[in-house]
């Protein structure tokens, strides 16, 4: 179905050219002064040059056309040639119905699907997932979400990190704690032993200590570096205790990932490319690519165009050992193998954008991927606290992401609690729900890329630009059309009308922006639209509830009318949070 500003649009375009323009100056954009109409057309401006002819003629011409529209009630022009516009309220209610008719609120799917990978989440096995890693999931989600929505295959893949040196640092703590261990018996030939010899607590604990040492102990961190590289060599000890490291975290990992309503198609890993780099790696060097630079091997990817220094990508360590960028490379390898995937989406810490451009140019220079793949970065923000610095507990330590988690549900439960008398089992899990919009909302209301202060009032609030605001609003919409139902009403009568004030058609127009909106949201990647979206939206419902008299209303088919258009509102609330990746409860 076409979207509202589309058939205005041709409407327009049509005038242009009865009047004897060019259709193309008829684009409509909704009004930046809502104060004066509802939408514009600046196309009498942008063609002035074209028709040497002062604006407002033509756009009087053009007027002149729309006298028997069936879209507008009002197309008014304005000095020097802007045309002010204000819709007809049947139009709009007719738009209302046809959108309430199509289970996708009038997206329309995409004609040629895309495969994108999105590779987001990234933790590191052994570590505590911390809010570092919480960005890159609530962003990467999301956008797998809308991708979907708008008719793409989307695959998300979690890519833990699993093949650095945080293995080799775990591996040589171990060593020093245990040395009896089998693991460290070169001689051992017999089965390894099935049980981990550490809990996930040991490992979160085993990590910083071995990462400390390594700072201050060189014979340390080269003992692990050695570890590290004997690893991604496959010795056999070692690769069992890799597997115990593996299987204790990423059950800790899904946990985690699943309460905060964050699913991954994939959990592939770096160590996944592991197979696919002695190849790669030859071939670049056969090709004449790659070459040795102090005992190093690397690509150059920098460019005349660059105006810093893009330092050569280093494929392989002078020990022989892989790096981050030869498994992201050997990755890529993989990937195009297995999905032939027309764009590969990378959702991680803009702190990383180096990287990432060396290690796209490299992919293209050698031929990793198609000439039309496409390679992207989305680099994001850091998460600060109040204070404007990264995001630390009180006592100025890394925040596991699960203590962040229980801070903002217990404020929710005091909030919850403090707002009415609700069971205690139920404000709990009530807590939960609305914990999860607050934290998402308040990361995801930002544009990406920005850095953002994690305020935990303020994301807890119920007033104001914030996740539990537009639950508020939905729990509303749901208690009123519960209350009808129960009053023996049926939800499914009658069809929306003309809007009877300006709150009512207020909230229709808002509605009525969903498709452009979510496409919008899909094509630059930006979640945040979507909030700024259900913000206005929850705004414009909460007018129209405050001065429309709903269920006492006489008239059973305005009545009716009113119900269809809360139901439409609560579908596009629910699927936007749905697209956010968050959900509402039924009470609040
Ligand atoms: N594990 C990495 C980190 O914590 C992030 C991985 C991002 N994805 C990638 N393909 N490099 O920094």
Known sequence: MKKIMEQMAEELSAAFEKAGYDPSYGKVTVSNRPDLCEYQCNGAMAGAKTYHKAPFMIADDVVAQLSDSQIFSRAEVVKPGFINLDVKTEFVAEYMNKMAEDEKLSVETAKNPKTIIIDYGGPNVAKPLHVGHLRSAIIGESIKRIGRFVGHKVIGDVHLGDWGLQMGLIITELKHRKPE?????????????????????????????????????????????????????????YMALWNHIMNVSVTDLKRNYANLNVEFDLWKKESDAQPYIPDMVEDMKKRGFAYEDQGALVVDVKEESDTKEIPPCM??????????????????????????????????????????????????????????????????????????????????????????????????????VENRSVKDKDAKDTAKIVGLSAIKYGDLSNQATKDYIFDVDRFTSFEGNTGPYILYTIVRIKSILNRYVQEGGDLSAGKILPAVNDSEKNLMLQLSGFAAMVENAFEEKAPHKICAYIYEVSNAFNSFYHETKILSEEDQAQKESFLQLLQLTRRVLETSIDLLGFSAPDRM
């Open 315 to 416: 494929l392989l360590k002078s020990d022989g050992a892989s790096l981050y960028t030869t498994t992201d490379l050997a990755t890529i390898v993989e990937r195009m193998k297995l999905f032939q995937p027309d764009e590969i989406l990378y959702v991680v810490d803009k702190r990383q954008e180096l990287h990432f451009i060396q290690v796209f140019r490299c992919a293209r220079k050698t031929g990793l991927v198609n000439p039309e793949t496409k390679l992207s970065f989305l680099g994001f923000g850091t998460m600060n606290g109040k204070d404007g610095k990264p995001f630390k507990t009180r006592e100025g330590g890394v925040m596991r992401l699960e203590n962040l988690i229980a801070d903002i549900d217990e404020e929710m439960y005091r909030k919850i």
């Open 181 to 237: 261990l089998v693991y460290f018996d070169d001689s051992f030939t017999g089965e390894y032993p099935t049980e981990a010899p550490f809990t996930i607590s040991e490992l979160e604990e085993i990590y910083p200590c071995a990462s400390g040492k390594s700072k201050e102990d060189e014979a340390y961190r080269n003992e692990a570096l050695e570890a590290t590289h004997l690893l991604q060599q496959g010795k056999p000890g």
